[in-house]
């Protein structure tokens, strides 16, 4: 038994340095992606649900690497935060994405209420330049901040404390707005949401794939649309995937949403095809 307890050791030791490994080698290939401008933005079409005209986009990063083929957001996001690396990459989707606004902006007749979604990391939040950084951004690139919306998690707001309420608020001041993003997973009290420098929220999907028949996924999402309402801020639900969701979702006076029922993230130029040719979905 003593033998095998060694081996177990032994295997346990093992796990650890081959996930640090694999850990070390995802953070230098991610650095390379990063280097040699391999990593793409994608966008996915928001819709307003009583119009069903495309309101808006959301800027998703999209990594393709040459050996391991597509790697999801959800497998680098957490590690570029760790190592700060989601600084310099989330700044540069800001810079692409304006772009993109842009050529969009010329090439063709965005509806007026049309907003680009960019999401930032709390690590971005934390930093004091960023106001001045991201409004250099958008004069480089063209675009009125009027028409974007910087998505920020209910979680990184409440982590970043006084330096994020004050970087928010300048972000604010110079014509930008601000979305909480999977709304509903994080804590915030209703108090401490009064005082955030915000314009809308985005119901997280973990409330919308059941509320045509979890109740209390439905009393979730009806009490969400009621507080926006309350306070006067935009709300959109995100993971919209089937009608009878879509329909629950208006006839609780939710009028925007995003998910695969619309469409899936294309790249930029699937979506000016998509606002070309079929501008409403
Ligand atoms: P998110 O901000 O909540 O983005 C929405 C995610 O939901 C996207 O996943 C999108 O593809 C997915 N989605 C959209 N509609 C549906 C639907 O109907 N059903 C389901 N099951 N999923 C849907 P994606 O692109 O894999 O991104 C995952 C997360 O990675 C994002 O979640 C966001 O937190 C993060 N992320 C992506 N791009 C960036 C970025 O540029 N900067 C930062 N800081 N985070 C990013
Ligand atoms: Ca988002
Ligand atoms: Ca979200
Ligand atoms: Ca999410």
Redesign the pocket.
Known sequence: SKERGRNTFHFYEHGITERAMRRLQLESRLRRAFDDRTLQ??Y?PLVRLDTGHICGA?????WNDPEAGAI???HF?AL??DTGL?VP??EW?VGEACEALKRWETEILLPADFALH????GK?LLQKDLPTRLSDAFTRAGVSPARVVL?L?ESSIMESEATGVAVMTALREFGVEIAI??FGTGHSSLSRLKLLPISEL?I??SFIRDIAVDSDDAAIVQAILALSAKLGLGVIA????HAEQEAFLMQHGCLRA????YA??MPEDELIRLLVDAPSL
């Open positions: 933005v994608h996915q959301e800027a998703l990063l999209r999801p957001p959800d996001i570029a935060e989601i990459i989330g989707v960019v999401n930032l990391s971005q998505e998690t993003d999977d985005k997280d999907r995100e993971g919209v995937e995003q998910g695969y029922r899936r993230p």
